[in-house]
Each structure stands twice: as C-alpha cells, then as structure tokens.
Nanobody, 127 residues
Framework: QVQLVESGGGLVQAGGSLRLSCAAS????????MGWFRQAPGKERDIVAS????????YYADSVKGRFTISRDNAKNTVYLQMNSLKPEDTAVYYC????????????????????WGQGTQVTVSS
C-alpha cells in the first residue's frame, strides 16, 4: 500500500529553520507531483509548496515565497521542504501529498489536493 511518512517537525524559535522530509513507498514516485500542505488549528488545510515529477517546476504559496524551498530526490523517493526565517504564523501540522494530476504542473495540487496523504508532522514556531 502507499505510504507517505513525514519527519523533521519540531519546536523552533522565530527566525530559525527546519527541514521536513517525506519518504514515499508503494507508488511509482516519478509518476507523481509532490507537495506540502499545512493546517493550523481552526483553519483549512492549505497548500504550502509543490513540485513536479522532475523537480524542474515548483509552486509556492505567497506567504512562504523566498523563505521555503521544496525539492525532491527521485532516487530516494523523498521530497523535502526547507523552511527558513520561520514565523509564529507558520505553526501548523504539515502534510505531505502525492498527486497524479500534478505530475507535470505542480500548481494542480493547490486546486485538487493529493491522491495520497501522509499523517502529518507538527511544526511549532515560538515568538
């Protein structure tokens, strides 16, 4: 079965950095666009960043542009989210998603979500 397993969350002070990882198994990784979503308490789950199958095209939410970087290693079936200059408003549960429709155009994930989801990892940024 398909599994997406996130890691790397934690508690960090404002201005700090974290790197999230999502290891995928049970699917043909290069057939999927990959992305990161986040959900804060009482709010909807929103796209953070996404990447196409080759890594050559990326999409970012306006709120994280210039601070976050998404990348993928197809040899390791893993997608990453490097988060720098973290702010308290970045506090949320971060979810990894895999989307067939986003294989070529990563922005598709923002409209339709993923076919598969991870269990989430908590990121807490203290002020």
């Amino acid at each position: 079965q398909v599994q997406l397993v996130e890691s790397g969350g934690g508690l960090v002070q404002a201005g700090g950095s974290l790197r999230l990882s999502c290891a995928a198994s049970g699917l043909t990784f290069v057939s999927y666009g990959m992305g990161w979503f986040r959900q804060a308490p009482g709010k909807e789950r929103d796209i953070v960043a996404s990447i196409n199958w080759s890594g050559g095209s990326t999409y970012y939410a306006d709120s994280v542009k210039g601070r976050f970087t998404i990348s993928r290693d197809n040899a390791k079936n893993t997608v990453y989210l490097q988060m720098n200059s973290l702010k308290p408003e970045d506090t949320a549960v971060y979810y990894c998603a895999a989307g067939l429709g986003a294989r070529r155009d990563p922005s598709v994930l923002s409209s339709y979500g993923g076919n598969y989801w991870g269990q989430g990892t908590q990121v807490t940024v203290s002020s």
